[in-house]
């Protein structure tokens, strides 16, 4: 079956520091990936996506690259900032437009 | 600027009574969806319709029903079957003529029901 997992949270940084949120996932088929990102009492906003293998997605220097040997989809961004904190989720689609998310990681970045 | 609406933000229900969650979308999207999320927790499918007329259980249908008239609306009854039903739930949306398009979000309603 289809399932994605994501580190568990929360994860703390401080302003100006590298961020790396895991995710792997479980597919038959050849899915799309996506990471969302949720800020308080919204809803999900697409941040990035990736629809075939080594593609890499990249939104508002957030990146991430769809790597089929390990099943991964790992997001990183090189320096973070205050206004990043938020709860990131990863995601994937399968034929018949079907979504399976992880459980979400919460960022927050302290000045 | 198209998107999903949903209304309203705050919804507050005494226990036994039903509610209806509205969502509109403007995108002439196919797909619609429902998703609930609980504090701290991640998104969990209540139904999904892929076509107007037509719509499918997700995960935790129970105690929930929806209906789709029309291609922009896909509105959310919580029926006084649903035993724990205060929640933030999310409407989605998405085509389905391409690989790899993504869903796209409302902003949510959160209810509350005492």
């Known amino acids: 079956g289809n399932s994605v997992t994501q580190m568990e949270g929360p994860v703390t940084l401080s302003e100006e520091a590298f961020l790396t949120i895991n995710c792997t996932y479980t597919?038959?088929?050849?899915?799309?990936l996506f990471w969302y990102v949720q800020y308080p009492g919204e809803g999900l906003q697409l941040l990035l996506k990736?629809?075939?293998?080594?593609d890499k997605g990249s939104n508002k220097g957030f990146e991430a690259t769809y790597r089929k040997e390990t099943t991964s989809f790992h997001l990183e961004k090189g320096s973070v900032q205050v206004s990043d904190s938020a709860v990131y989720f990863c995601?994937?689609?399968?034929?018949?437009?079907?979504?399976?998310f992880g459980t979400g990681t919460s960022l927050t970045v302290i000045p | 600027d198209g998107g999903i609406t949903q209304s309203p933000k705050y919804l507050f229900r005494k226990e036994g009574q039903n509610v209806t969650l509205s969502c509109e979308q403007n995108?002439?999207?196919?797909?619609m969806y429902w998703y609930r999320q609980d504090p701290g927790q991640g998104l969990r499918l209540i139904y999904y319709?892929?076509?107007?007329?037509?719509?499918q259980k997700g995960d935790i249908a129970e105690g929930y029903s929806v209906s789709r008239e029309k291609k922009e609306s896909f509105p959310l009854t919580v029926t006084s079957a649903q035993k724990n039903p205060t929640a933030f739930y999310l409407c989605?949306?998405?085509?389905?003529?391409?690989?790899?398009?993504?869903?796209?979000f409302g902003n949510g309603t959160r209810l509350t029901v005492t």
């Open positions: 989605a949306s998405s085509t389905r003529d391409r690989n790899g398009s993504p869903l796209h």
């Open positions: 597919a038959t088929g050849y899915p799309s």
């Open positions: 990736a629809t075939k293998a080594d």
């Open positions: 995601a994937l689609s399968s034929t018949g437009n079907q979504f399976y």
């Open positions: 995108l002439n999207h196919d797909a």
């Open positions: 319709s892929q076509i107007v007329n037509d719509f």
